[in-house]
């Protein structure tokens, strides 16, 4: 499990130091540095796993994510729990070669806010592995669809414990009614899924871009050692929905899985701070990050803590406040 991430010279960052708990929300105004934070872990996987060039594809080269400010190459470190549980180090400076002080940075499953909406098809291949886009999906729940999820999980209109009445019953609880089938052609390398007997295109975009979320927060669960990056959960759904799904990763997160989600949503937001004041110790497990640019665009973070009763120990100008900004205007005579 990671626990936290310096990144020093590295696109908007300077020099900070972010706290990774079970459950870290990243939050802040657009290019503001969240998504640089999710790119620099999956730069660390990379390194780990031995990759000649662990920078991301399309994102650019060492000089193009070099901060201006900095002289020296940027540098990416994460301290993480390793497999005999000791602190483990992993270091990446740019252009140079990664180290270790241990083995066994956790794997990183990551999906992207640029996921697959409704498709008539879905690519798939022979790994049972979540693609960041959310291709090989309906492989993963084919292959774990009689896989026992940890009780935590099991969702009270659930039929069983498996992944399948579960993953059934958490679509059900963000869009009440729905009926899911997955269809896979292995002859082809691909996918199909029907929701209420309807192909994906006929039904809304909430259903096919919060399926590989629910998929991965299972996975998440299932998959030792794993680290669930998720951009946007919230996409194209309802207020009710957004809550929903907090609580499923909350839960997930109880059922032992890490994960660090960026979002703008105020009610999944809010739905992790309804979990933490039901459940008690719940919000020690949670990290808020809230980013900002100063005068100069550098990234500053703000961590303000997660108390008891779901309240904040400090609520930084900006986060999630919009809604009583507009009310007050509403107000207004």
Same mark, same amino acid.
């Given at each position: ?216 927060? /299972?996975?998440?669960?299932? #998959? %030792?050692? !794993? @680290? *669930? ?61 809230? /980013?900002?640019?100063?005068? #100069? %665009?550098? !990234? @500053? *973070? ?32």
């Amino acid at each position: 499990m990671i626990k936290e991430i310096t990144i020093k010279g590295f696109k908007s960052f300077f020099d900070e130091t972010i706290r990774i708990a079970p459950l870290t929300v990243l939050t802040g105004l657009n290019s503001s540095g969240k998504s640089t934070v999710i790119q620099a872990i999956r730069i660390l996987e990379n390194v780990s796993n031995g990759n000649s060039n662990p920078l991301l594809e399309g994102h650019g080269s060492i000089e193009e994510l070099q901060n201006q400010y900095l002289k020296a190459p940027f540098s990416l470190e994460a301290l993480y729990d390793s497999p005999d549980g000791m602190n483990a180090m992993i270091r990446y400076s740019a252009g140079g070669q990664g180290s270790f002080t241990n083995d066994g940075y956790p794997n990183i499953m990551y999906v992207s806010a640029d996921r697959f909406g409704p498709r008539t098809s879905i690519p798939i291949s022979s790994d049972y592995k979540l693609g960041e886009r959310g291709e090989n999906v309906l492989n993963c729940i084919d292959h774990y669809w009689d896989t026992l999820l940890n009780p935590i999980l099991v969702h009270e209109n659930s039929q069983g414990e498996t992944f399948e009445f579960n993953l059934v019953a958490w679509l059900g609880a963000i869009s009440p009614g729905v009926r899911f089938k997955s269809h896979i052609l292995k002859a082809t390398d691909s996918s199909y899924s029907l929701f209420n007997d309807h192909r994906a295109k006929n039904v809304g975009f909430g259903l096919s871009y919060t399926l590989p979320i629910i998929v991965a927060l /299972f996975l998440g669960t299932i #998959e %030792k050692d !794993t @680290t *669930v990056l998720i951009e946007n959960p919230e996409a194209h759904l309802h207020p009710k929905g957004q809550t929903e799904l907090a609580r499923l990763i909350c839960l997930a997160v109880e059922a032992g899985a890490q994960i660090i989600v960026e979002t703008h949503s105020d009610h999944l937001f809010d739905g992790i701070r309804i979990f933490a004041k039901q459940h008690k110790g719940f919000a020690q497990k949670v990290c808020l990050n809230w /980013f900002e640019l100063d005068e #100069e %665009k550098l !990234t @500053t *973070v703000e961590s303000p803590k997660l108390q008891q009763d779901g309240r904040l120990s400090e609520w930084p100008t900006g986060l999630f406040d919009q809604f009583g900004i507009n009310a007050s205007e509403l107000l207004k005579p």
